[in-house]
């Protein structure tokens, strides 16, 4: 069978409600997560996300924040997410600035940068600057791995969640499926 294509690209909008929505709908994206984060340890019991949040101490947004309930407290997912766009003055230490204003409040607060691994390699110190960098490789991989251990539609909607991923890392952006 020929590929079919799906989206002649993805935006980085579209990645981040890509990702709200998993982390919304699916536990096991939220523990990949944590467990990326180095808070595997942490028993979960409940995720929220919301997209495009103001922060509290400046006028620019958060693209993606994340609030997981844990056995220890909660924990606060600040991510950045970067497909192509160049890093705005000072962002990765607001985000920084933030989560330290934020942390009182928590049991922990972690800054994250998703991208292709070839965006946080061009952009060192910005990538740097956060806890911890999830590559859209990985993330794509998580998301095969999974859809390899389902059947029928989830099975689908994971392999079309790697395969946007996946291919949103490599210059051509288009999505295709087979």
């Not at 690209?9 to 998993?22: K, N, P, S, Y």
């Not at 600035?97 to 800054?111: F, G, I, N, Q």
């Amino acid at each position: 069978m020929t590929d079919l294509l799906v989206l002649t690209h993805a935006t980085e909008r579209d990645i981040d409600l890509l990702l709200v929505e998993e982390f919304l709908s699916s536990l096991p994206f939220a523990r990949f997560v944590l467990d990326r984060a180095g808070l595997g340890h942490l028993r979960m019991d409940t995720v929220g996300a919301m997209h495009s949040t103001r922060r509290l101490f400046n006028r620019r947004e958060i693209d993606m924040s994340v609030t997981v309930g844990t056995d220890r407290g909660s924990v606060l997912l600040l991510i950045e997410n970067k497909l192509d766009t160049s890093e705005q003055k000072g962002q990765a230490q607001s985000y920084r600035a933030e989560a330290e204003e934020l942390a009182a409040k928590h049991h922990r607060v972690v800054t994250i940068l998703v991208a292709p691994e070839a965006y946080s390699a061009q952009n060192a110190a910005f990538a740097d600057a956060f806890d911890v960098r999830l590559p859209y490789e990985v993330v794509a991989d998580h998301f095969a791995a999974r859809a390899a251990a389902e059947t029928g539609e989830l099975a689908a909607r994971l392999a079309h969640r790697g395969r946007v991923m996946r291919r949103r890392s490599t210059s051509s952006g288009a999505v295709t499926s087979r």
